[in-house]
């Protein structure tokens, strides 16, 4: 049954006036009309006759009057639920390795200084794995490395990245790749930058820390590639060897997203947050 329908018998029906609905409604006495003619047609029954001074309710319109007046209050009270809501109890995070060490201790900190009721839920992982959360509703938003081309996905910011190559500092490190599991973008760059580079005995080994990947390349087991940003700002130059990639491999940037179908209503928020 139509809610539109449902209003103007409801306004009908309290005036008891097809005119008196119409200028209620601002709208032509026709188009009242016309409107009470399609609901009466769509349950089967009459729901007004006509008086000289009006109209008068029928028997079904009677017993109709309070339900319709309750479907319409219910709807007036989610009208209002959703014009005054701001954002939603919860808002689940997806992020690599990489930028939660750098950037999601201050995102979370903003988030909860401007909304201090909202649950925040964190997840992280390589760029496949945050991006199939969001495609399976797991997760909210999810910063991930590299521009997604997904057309499920909507980039709410872009934060721009120079990537550098590691290596220890102090021993020839052991041909292997250290990178997280299967899915990381940076091992897919490393693996075009090492093809390119025509070296293509290295051995891939993955490992689930961020720090654990530093320990073992300073410790010369292999190399790696990360956010210029991230070495830097905690300090990781010490003890590595720091060499810059060619200009088509050395932007990786990282990448704010949602669904398309699901974007956060604090959207407006997140974009213009400096992290």
Do not use: W
């Not at 909860?112 to 399976?136: F, R, V």
């Not at 909210?140 to 590691?166: A, R």
């Not at 990781?236 to 974007?263: A, F, G, Q, S, W």
């Amino acid at each position: 049954m139509d809610s539109n329908l449902l209003k103007v018998f409801l306004c009908v029906a309290t005036l008891k006036s097809f005119s008196k609905a119409a200028l209620e409604l601002d709208c032509a006495q026709s188009n009242v009309t016309a409107r009470i003619k399609q609901l009466e047609k769509n349950i089967g029954f009459n729901l007004f006759h006509r008086v000289s001074k009006g109209v008068v309710l029928t028997d079904v319109a009677i017993k109709l009057l309070p339900l319709a007046q309750e479907i319409i209050q219910k709807i007036q009270n989610a009208e209002q639920l959703l014009l005054h809501m701001k954002h939603s109890e919860n808002l689940k995070i997806g992020s690599t390795e990489s930028n939660a060490a750098t950037r999601i201790i201050t995102l979370l900190s903003k988030i909860d200084n401007k909304y201090p009721n909202m649950k925040l839920e964190l997840t992280t992982g390589p760029t496949q794995e945050i991006k199939e959360l969001l495609l399976d509703y797991k997760i909210d938003i999810g910063f991930i490395s590299g521009k997604p081309l997904e057309k499920e996905f909507k980039i709410l910011k872009e934060y721009k990245e120079k990537i550098v190559l590691l290596k220890s500092l102090k021993k020839e490190p052991a041909k292997n790749i250290l990178t997280f599991k299967k899915g990381c973008t940076y091992r897919k760059y490393l693996d075009a930058y090492l093809k390119q580079q025509q070296q293509l005995d290295y051995k891939n080994i993955e490992f689930g820390s961020l720090e654990t990947i530093l320990g073992c390349v300073k410790m010369g087991m292999g190399i790696t590639i990360l956010p210029l940003s991230f070495i830097q700002r905690f300090e990781h130059t010490k003890d590595l060897e720091i060499k810059y990639l060619p200009k088509e491999i050395e932007n990786i940037h990282t990448y704010m997203i949602c669904r398309v179908d699901n974007e956060p209503l604090i959207s407006s928020f997140l974009k213009k947050l400096e992290l």
